[in-house]
């Protein structure tokens, strides 16, 4: 797919989800041709910026200290959001906890840490781009998702780790409206979910090709990893997700399963995790990274073996009325036992079901667990 086609497909989304004052200068497609038309809002930035006008240009963050990265009033939309970081914890993208509360609500619609968020869902970097996140050389992180916001918006970091973050670095742009935005503009919502590990039905088997293996069914999701679950009206725009395998073969036999408005058997059925993320066969011999999917870390096939993945639906997302159950099996109707991690992404009414208790980061922190299986003895 070419760029063009990209631009076509995210500025598609953009402005299904947006009101036309809000889209208009979002339309990538339209970038250039609309540049001589005059705009509806006030573009604003919120960075770290020194202001004694020197260059220290970064925020420190103090263990169990939260730094406010953007707090004002709206009509608003962010549109973009960068970030840098300098740490010698060498878990810091685990341990930053990334906030969004929208409209003075008490729970935040985004609470996820910001590795994570960004698709580094293992703790470490890696260079990718997709059309709303990336990361680019050496350690940029970017967020182009459109965030609106009617009242106020306040997005904020916490260090939920035993050590200072010398340099955090951010820039956030968006925009101000002197009108309110329509009624029914959905909100940004990211939700992190976790399973380390995702316990399989068994650990008596081979390989995934076993005759027990294969003769089970999974027709209603039960025991899936859940990447996200949602009530209200909305549509689901995508995840990035991260494997660390405790066992030996190919983490990616489970289909991934949408279950829309209550239901109890998924009316969106995939047929393989690589399938789900638009790749085949395993992911082939290589890692990938396009507009809308990828497997930017593949791992081999084995026990200790770490991969990331993701898949945006930009160009049609998954539509709900009342509630919506995002699910994706580990292994074959679930039988194995691999560390999962996550961010979904998807956009709502307000206000939203409450979000599970985020992990402590002692288990945030991926490391190997003793499941049994190939590749890994049992305790």
Not at 27 to 50: G, M
Not at 247 to 257: A, F, I, L
């Amino acid at each position: 797919m070419t760029r063009l086609r990209f631009f076509a497909v995210f500025s598609a989304l953009v402005i299904i989800m947006l009101p036309p004052c809000a889209a208009h200068g979002q339309d990538s497609t339209s970038w250039l041709s609309s540049l001589s038309q005059a705009r509806d809002y006030i573009q604003k930035r919120a960075s770290s910026y020194d202001r004694s006008g020197g260059n220290a240009d970064a925020r420190p963050i103090a263990a169990g200290e939260t730094l406010a990265l953007l707090d004002d009033a709206g009509p608003g939309l962010v549109s973009h959001i960068w970030v840098t970081i300098a740490s010698d914890d060498p878990h810091h993208l685990k341990a930053l906890v990334l906030r969004m509360y929208w409209d003075g609500e008490a729970a935040p619609s985004v609470e996820t840490p910001i590795g994570d968020f960004f698709g580094l869902g293992l703790g470490d970097y890696f260079l990718y781009e997709s059309l709303p996140l990336s990361v680019g050389s050496d350690k940029a992180l970017n967020c182009f998702f459109p965030m609106p916001f009617q009242k106020h918006a306040r997005i904020t970091v916490t260090n939920e780790g035993k050590q200072r973050v010398d340099s955090f670095y951010f820039n956030i742009d968006y925009r101000g409206y002197s009108k309110p935005l329509p009624a029914d503009t959905l909100y940004f919502h990211a939700q992190y979910r976790q399973a380390a590990p995702a316990k399989g039905w068994t650990n008596q088997w081979q390989n995934n090709n076993d005759s027990q293996i294969e003769a089970k069914k999974n027709l209603d999701g039960d025991g899936n990893y859940v990447w996200m679950e949602a009530k209200g009206r909305g549509h689901f725009v995508g995840v990035t997700m991260s494997v660390l395998q405790n066992q030996d073969g190919w983490w990616g036999e489970g289909d991934d399963m949408f279950f829309v408005d209550g239901e109890n058997q998924p009316s969106i059925n995939g047929t393989g995790s690589e399938d789900y993320f638009l790749g085949a066969w395993d992911f082939g011999n290589h890692a990938f990274s396009y507009g809308l999917y990828g497997a930017p870390v593949k791992g081999e096939e084995y026990a200790g073996s770490r991969s990331s993945v993701y898949r945006f639906h930009l160009d049609s997302p998954i539509t709900f009325t009342q509630s919506l159950r995002a699910t994706i099996e580990h292994g074959h109707a679930n039988h194995r036992s691999d560390n999962y991690f996550s961010v979904a992404y998807w956009y709502q009414t307000e206000p939203h079901a409450p979000f599970p208790a985020l992990p402590s980061l002692e288990r945030r922190i991926p490391r190997l667990y003793s499941v049994g299986g190939p590749g890994n003895a049992a305790k």
